[in-house]
Every structure is written in C-alpha cells, then in structure tokens.
C-alpha cells in the first residue's frame, strides 16, 4: 500500500460517508441487510482556488465544506431510511398469503428507484438554508448565550447592575465564557445521545475511527482488523470543536484589549455595547477555526508525541460521549465506505464487497 491519504468520514443514518482528496462515498446499512453504496467525484475549492489552501483560510473552508457534505451525507441516509420504512408499511397492509415475505421482491430501492436515489439528495439552495438555519443556532448558543451569561455571573460576582457589560479585556472573563460554551455543547451531546437513533449514529462514528486507523496502519481492511483499535481518533470533528473552543479563549484574551479602543465607541454602555461585544466575535471565529484545523492536522501526524497526547486529552474525554464501540456490522459498512474511497483515489485495486449494491456513480 503506498502513502496514506487524507480520508475523513462522517457517522450518518445506520451508514458512513467517508471522504477522499477527490472522492466522497456514503455506505448505508438496509433493514434487509444488505448495503446501499452511493460514489461521487469529489473537487474541493481549494483544488479549485489555490488560495484557499493558504494556512488558516484553509481550516474555515474545509469546516463549510465538511457541514456541506455531512448535510448531503444525512440526506442521502434519511432517504434510504425512509424508503425502508414505506417498504415495510406496505407490505404490512397486504393480505396474508402463503409465500413466504422473505421471497418477496425486496430490491426496489436499489433497481426500480435507483436513479431518483442517485439524485435525491439535498439541493445547493436546501443546503444553503440548512446551513444558514445550523449557523444561526450555533451563534446564538456558542456565541451569544454564553457571552451574555458570563456578563450576568461576572456582574452577579462583583455586585454590578446585571443591565452592565462585563469587561470584555479581563482574561476571567473569556475563560468563563469558554467554560460555558463547552458546558453547553457537553449537555446537548449528553441529551441526544440517550435518543436510540443517535446512539446507533455515535455507533458508526466509532466504526469510522476504527476503519481509518486500520489503514494508517496498513492493515487489511477487515472487520478483524478494525475491531482492535479504539474509537478515538486525534483527526476528529469532535476534537476540531473541543480545540475552538479552547484556542478562543486564548484568542479573544489577547483581541479584545487591541480591537476594542477602534470598534467599541465611546458612552456605548450596557446591553448595546455587550451585543456588540458578542456580534464583534463572529469574524473572529475564522481565523479560530482556521488555527483550530491546523492544530488537528498537525496533531494528526504527531501521534506517539507525549506533549501531543496531553493536548488530545479533553478532545479524547469529550470523543467518549460522541463514539461508541460498534458491532460488527457497523465496522462492516465502514469498511466498505472506506474501500470504495480508497479504490476511487486509486489506492485498492478489485477490493471485495459483499451484499453491496452500488447506485450510478455521479
């Protein structure tokens, strides 16, 4: 096997979608068993715009890209889902007959209706809504929520009107509001997780990081294989928040002593000048991102460092709420995502699949 490539994936729907430098592939698991394949080119804009492949700017590029794709990815698998579930009530409503239900036609979804599911996915402009819709409620829960909350704990503290705005240039401060932000995202990981189909999706999250670290290792891509390494994974999406998260405390300590003379006018006070404050760290959320992605990329080829190790240790804490230790049928659909990736990029040659049915490659 030569070099390793840069693949990451994504947990959907009872599936995995598994991305190339220059091929995307969704695997989903049907409730007949058998595994549902979907295989495109993929041309990210950094291929497109050299550019964007600069350092940093690359970081908030692939982050829109990556929630473009994993949309594309959970559509896809919704749709297969939903398929299913119509299949069933169907064949419930039929009357009872002597043969068998088993020797029942039960390939509609991959023949009859392969060419709507090869195309019925999300379009450009129900991506485009979902992601302004994901962007609002991001803000509003990581950027607005804990800055406010931190200016009424801080207020509360110093015996300050709650009506005030905390100063903004103690590091205090932004250490409170990054504590509230992580205690945030850690409770709503904690909530969804206890929902059944979220459960099986942080499922296939930990099958995703068993697979890919199977092939860094080259390994044989094999169930076997794969279920001797952990779930974590120093490369993860899970990690990349956790390390915003961290990197912003760090990065609006030392911003807004020097932005705020130039952006903040003066007699500005109260809750005006706090939503300014707040709506001022948007932008900044760019460059996080950015520096956030290097850190990830970095640490992605730094594995047996033990300065790194101790890095990965709240990202690793954090992962053992989003992944959970799949079956074997679960590391089997990642696996069969992951070849077909890699067979696409021209790293397997006639790998094997088995109960596979491919939909027209895009």
């Not at 450009?124 to 829960?141: E, K, R």
Request: with cysteine; hydrophobic share 45%; proline share 6%.
């Amino acid at each position: 096997m030569s070099k390793c490539l840069d693949v990451g994936g994504q947990a959907v729907i009872e599936g995995v979608m598994m991305r190339g430098p220059g091929s995307m592939v969704i695997a989903v698991r049907r409730a007949d068993g058998s595994i549902v394949v979907k295989d495109s080119e993929w041309v990210p804009l950094t291929r497109r715009w050299k550019f964007l492949k600069w350092p940093v700017i690359r970081g908030a590029i692939v982050m829109i890209e990556a929630l473009m794709n994993g949309m594309q990815s959970l559509s896809f698998s919704a749709e297969i889902a939903m398929k299913d579930e119509e299949l069933e009530a169907a064949r419930s409503k039929e009357p009872s007959s002597t043969e068998p239900m088993e020797s029942q036609d039960n390939s509609e979804l991959v023949s009859d209706d392969s060419s709507e599911l090869s195309t019925g996915v999300m379009t450009q402009g129900a991506i485009a809504l979902s992601l302004t819709l994901s962007f609002a409620m991001g803000i509003g829960l990581f950027i607005y929520l804990p800055h406010a909350a931190a200016s009424v704990l801080m207020n509360l503290v110093g015996g300050l009107p709650l009506a005030e705005a905390a100063d903004v240039n103690s590091p205090l401060f932004h250490t409170l509001v990054g504590g509230i932000k992580m205690t945030i995202f850690i409770c709503y990981i904690l909530l969804i997780r206890r929902m059944p189909d979220i459960y099986r999706v942080f499922q296939y999250h930990g099958a995703e990081h068993k697979s890919i670290h199977t092939y860094e290792a080259q390994q044989e891509l094999t169930v076997a294989n794969a279920r001797t390494w952990p779930t974590f994974h120093p490369r993860c999406g899970t990690s990349f928040l956790v390390f915003v998260i961290i990197i912003s405390i760090g990065f609006f300590a030392a911003a807004f002593p020097l932005i705020g003379p130039l952006l903040f006018p003066e007699g500005l006070e109260g809750w005006r000048l706090s939503l300014l404050q707040a709506s001022v760290k948007i932008p900044m959320m760019v460059p996080i991102a950015g520096l956030s992605y290097e850190f990830i990329k970095w640490a992605g080829r730094q594995k047996d460092s033990p300065f790194l190790k101790l890095l990965s240790v709240p990202g690793q804490l954090v992962q053992k709420l989003t992944t959970i230790e799949p079956d074997d049928e679960q590391l089997e659909v990642a696996l069969v995502s992951l070849k077909r990736s890699l067979q696409r990029e021209g790293q397997l040659d006639d790998p094997s699949y088995e109960n596979c049915h491919f939909l027209p490659a895009a």
